[in-house]
């Protein structure tokens, strides 16, 4: 099971920003906090991770809460081209005895208007 | 640098057949593994390969899936005896180390269909 919770679908406006919020209260001190999305017929695409600070990169930035138990991701000018679901992952640390295998939740539709 | 490659992109088979997915890695990556998405469901986690080892196989079904990622050569997704429970989405990753700060890059996914 998915160790996050996101809003199952979002809308946004084109060249607004957009603020997609992750909920994951049973995060441990080690876990990184990863974004991923999905374009419709495409494999996941990575977009940004962080551990405690906030992060910037040239697709999205990354706020982190201070307790760390939710994140934001902020697509700055959302054009027609992020439109995908968006996925906020914990790797389990403990899964299988091995490492970093990404737990996938149900994501957040983001559907962008022009 | 090449992105993760999967072939083949689409493949058919009828039932009791075998289906063999490839998966060749971004260069410099030892760590492989492989999801499963089902139509309309999230992605699932099927099996974590390091070079000619099988590092965890714990979300692969016991029966008639096998994986494997020789010393040389692309990783190998086999399916035997393929049901049509088994049409879905394959995608494969690849990242350079493991651990929760290591990022997968994914291929973009060979599509079974089983009639």
């Known amino acids: 099971d998915a160790k996050t919770t996101q809003p199952n679908s979002m809308e946004s406006n084109e060249e607004e920003p957009v603020h997609l919020p992750c909920n994951h209260s049973?995060?441990?001190?080690?876990?990184?906090i990863h974004w991923y999305r999905q374009l419709p017929s495409q494999g996941p695409e990575y977009v940004i991770h962080?551990?405690?600070s906030n992060v910037n990169n040239r697709m999205a930035s990354l706020a982190i809460a201070e307790d760390r138990k939710s994140s934001t991701l902020i697509l700055h000018r959302a054009t027609l081209r992020d439109a995908a679901v968006y996925y906020c992952i914990l790797p389990d640390l403990n899964y299988g005895g091995s490492q970093g295998n990404l737990i996938f939740g149900k994501g957040t539709k983001l559907s962008v208007k022009p | 640098n090449a992105g993760v490659m999967q072939n083949p992109r689409h493949l058919v088979r009828r039932r009791g057949q075998e289906a063999r997915l490839r998966c060749s890695p971004m260069?410099?990556?030892?760590?492989v593994y492989w999801y499963r998405q089902l139509p309309e469901e999230g992605l699932k986690f099927m099996v974590y390969l390091q070079k000619e080892n099988i590092i965890d196989e714990s979300g692969m079904p016991k029966e008639r899936f096998s994986a494997e990622f020789p010393k040389e050569g692309p990783s190998i997704l086999r399916i035997q005896q393929v049901v049509r429970g088994d049409s879905a989405a394959y995608f494969c990753?690849?990242?350079?180390?493991f651990g929760s700060g290591e990022t997968q890059y994914f291929g973009p996914g060979t599509r079974l269909l089983v009639l």
């Open positions: 990753a690849s990242s350079p180390r």
């Open positions: 260069k410099g990556h030892s760590h």
């Open positions: 962080g551990l405690t």
């Open positions: 049973t995060i441990s001190g080690t876990d990184y």
